[in-house]
């Protein structure tokens, strides 16, 4: 399995053409706001301290690139369906994510995450629905699984699954996940593991 060795901010951008100029492979991690997206890649790379976290939504609004032991990317995204910076702000932080996702030429997969605690909104299955117009390659990971007991937990993705289907005929790869017991770190670097070794 992959161990993180080296975790290093390499760089924010607000335009892909900023982007960090060496070309790798990028990871890129994205969800509704307060979804507990930085404190999961920070659980990834064993580094309290990596990416922001806040327990104001929003706080994310450039794309962040992160150098994971000098040969990938983990790119952190602003989250999408709320920012409390008025209309225009909104708007511009939509034109970030969705220059960066349809414009990077080395992104290989986009996580998108989805609180485990709720059915999946319909601001993330209109999200996923650009994802498949513009062909991104995406999986899901369900994010704070430690707050529900296993058989909710499971019940909950269940729905999820089901409202997911009456639209997608082949669900994504999906995975769950606990920041705070670190659940789910080692299927997510494998996952990432795989893909990385079939490019």
Same mark, same amino acid.
């Given at each position: 399995?992959?161990?993180?060795?080296?975790?290093?901010?390499?760089?924010? @951008?607000?335009?892909?053409?900023?982007?960090?100029?060496?070309?790798?492979?990028?990871?890129?991690? !994205?969800? *509704?706001?307060?979804?507990?997206?930085?404190?999961?890649?920070?659980?990834?790379? @064993?580094?309290?301290?990596?990416?922001?976290?806040?327990?104001?939504?929003?706080? &994310?609004?450039?794309?962040?690139?992160?150098?994971?032991?000098?040969?990938? /990317?983990?790119?952190?995204?602003?989250? $999408?369906? /709320?920012?409390?910076?008025?209309?225009?702000?909104?708007?511009? !932080? %939509?034109?970030?994510? $969705? +220059? $960066?996702? &349809?414009?990077?030429?080395?992104?290989?997969?986009?996580?998108?995450?989805?609180? @485990? *605690?709720?059915? !999946?909104?319909?601001?993330?299955?209109?999200?996923?629905?650009? =994802?498949?117009?513009?062909?991104?390659?995406?999986?899901?990971?369900?994010?704070?699984?430690?707050?529900?007991?296993?058989?909710?937990?499971?019940?909950?993705?269940? &729905? +999820?699954?089901?409202?997911?289907?009456?639209?997608?005929?082949? =669900?994504?790869?999906?995975?769950?996940? @606990?920041?705070? &017991?670190?659940?789910? *770190? +080692?299927? !997510? =670097? %494998? /996952?990432?593991?795989?893909?990385?070794?079939?490019?």
């Amino acid at each position: 399995m992959m161990k993180i060795k080296s975790a290093t901010f390499a760089g924010s @951008s607000t335009s892909p053409d900023k982007r960090p100029a060496r070309s790798l492979p990028e990871f890129a991690f !994205i969800g *509704r706001s307060n979804v507990g997206k930085s404190s999961l890649i920070n659980m990834l790379c @064993s580094n309290r301290k990596l990416a922001m976290t806040s327990s104001t939504p929003g706080k &994310t609004k450039v794309v962040n690139h992160f150098l994971i032991n000098d040969n990938w /990317y983990l790119v952190d995204l602003p989250g $999408y369906g /709320y920012a409390n910076v008025g209309k225009k702000g909104r708007e511009a !932080i %939509s034109k970030v994510i $969705y +220059d $960066y996702i &349809t414009l990077s030429p080395d992104l290989v997969c986009l996580f998108v995450l989805v609180d @485990s *605690r709720h059915d !999946i909104g319909q601001t993330d299955l209109d999200f996923i629905h650009d =994802l498949a117009l513009h062909e991104i390659p995406f999986a899901i990971i369900f994010t704070k699984c430690d707050k529900r007991g296993p058989n909710v937990l499971k019940a909950q993705i269940d &729905t +999820d699954c089901r409202i997911l289907s009456r639209e997608w005929e082949e =669900l994504p790869p999906m995975l769950a996940s @606990s920041s705070e &017991t670190g659940a789910g *770190r +080692d299927e !997510i =670097l %494998s /996952y990432i593991e795989s893909i990385l070794n079939s490019l």
